[in-house]
């Protein structure tokens, strides 16, 4: 975990100080924006959505094979953020209407209520400036209140995202030279995610990643028919309200803190990887909410001594006691079905022909 967030720091302060584009004579406040909506979920009760509002870098539709210097300079734009702060924002959700200023960082948080059942999409319009401005969509997803159900909080690298955090240069690779196209998941992962949301399960992504990715890791995840769902990531920063740079298990215990208020009568399907601190922070997170953690699962990315969707032996035990560790996502699936949170499918019927003499 140190070594993943001292690339990260070492990445974004190399993004900081590298030259920044433009004339000399160039107006900054005559720069095209760029208004991010991050997805967001609630209840009719309440419900909440994010969004930031950067200097549009016109960034460029990623192919699977390009020169490595498109995709560093592509990287750099990424982390490389221009936040406009005090941009006022117009938004439109189903009817309601909401105008709101961003922060310092250029994020905005808005909280709505009594918004119908199912998703909706956020129209956003950039008023009193004189910039052009694009929308990078986004949308909220309303849920039953008052009944709840069964949602999925989702870990990122190295669960659904092949970044091979253990490995330090190639993770330093993979951050700087990747990209959407690029970027590699694990088999049947998709198809897993697009039953569980099919089931009726709400999907929160909660993940360490800084907030600067948030393209690339959406765009990767609708190449490799991930279902679509909330993205909360890091906004890395020194100043105030920034989320800290190493301290990931209080960074992710407050996110999920945050899904549980805003779904308090859902229970969650805990997703995560051996690779960090997964595994301790979802154990925390079954303390803070006894009853609320229906079933943890664990990608096993090496180091584990038990290859199987099964309670894990003695020798995990300090680790990963009550907790599925699972190898491939087949044995994810089959531990979810055992558990009755996932339907079995349906034996194929026999040929019709076979049965003719």
């Not at 407050?254 to 995560?272: A, K």
């Not at 089959?334 to 019927?349: F, M, Q, T, W």
Request: with cysteine.
């Amino acid at each position: 975990m140190r070594q993943r967030h001292a690339v990260f720091g070492v990445v974004l302060t190399a993004a900081c100080l590298l030259p920044r584009g433009g004339r000399a004579d160039d107006d900054p406040d005559d720069d095209p924006a760029m208004i991010i909506i991050y997805d967001g979920f609630g209840t009719p009760q309440k419900a909440r959505l994010w969004g930031r509002v950067v200097e549009d870098k016109g960034f460029d539709k990623p192919k699977k094979k390009e020169r490595w210097t498109r995709r560093l300079k592509r990287s750099y734009r990424l982390l490389e953020s221009d936040e406009i702060p005090g941009a006022q924002v117009a938004l439109k959700v189903a009817g309601q209407k909401r105008k709101i200023v961003a922060d310092k960082e250029g994020l905005f948080v808005v909280e709505l209520k009594k918004l119908p059942l199912g998703r909706h999409e956020v129209q956003a319009t950039l008023v009193e400036s004189k910039r052009a401005f694009r929308v990078m969509t986004g949308s909220v997803v309303v849920v039953e209140g008052r009944k709840g159900g069964v949602g999925v909080i989702s870990d990122v690298d190295d669960t659904i995202l092949d970044t091979q955090v253990k490995k330090k240069l190639r993770m330093l690779k993979r951050v700087l030279l990747d990209n959407a196209r690029s970027l590699k998941t694990f088999p049947t992962a998709p198809a897993l995610y697009r039953d569980l949301v099919s089931a009726g399960m709400p999907l929160i992504f909660v993940s360490g990643s800084p907030i600067n990715l948030y393209p690339r890791l959406r765009h990767f995840m609708r190449i490799k028919g991930f279902p679509r769902g909330a993205l909360r990531l890091k906004n890395l920063g020194v100043s105030s309200g920034s989320d800290a740079l190493r301290d990931q298990g209080a960074y992710k215990i407050s996110r999920i803190r945050e899904v549980m208020q805003l779904l308090p009568r859902w229970r969650f399907v805990l997703i995560g990887d051996s690779g960090e601190k997964d595994p301790e922070i979802y154990r925390e997170v079954q303390r803070l909410y006894p009853g609320r953690v229906v079933a943890t699962l664990i990608r096993d990315v090496g180091g584990a001594k038990k290859d199987s969707a099964k309670n894990a032996t003695k020798n995990d035990s300090a680790r990963f006691a009550g907790q599925l560790l699972f190898s491939h996502f087949e044995q994810a699936r089959r531990a979810l079905e055992k558990k009755g949170l996932l339907a079995k499918p349906s034996p194929k019927p026999k040929s019709d022909a076979k049965a003719q003499p």
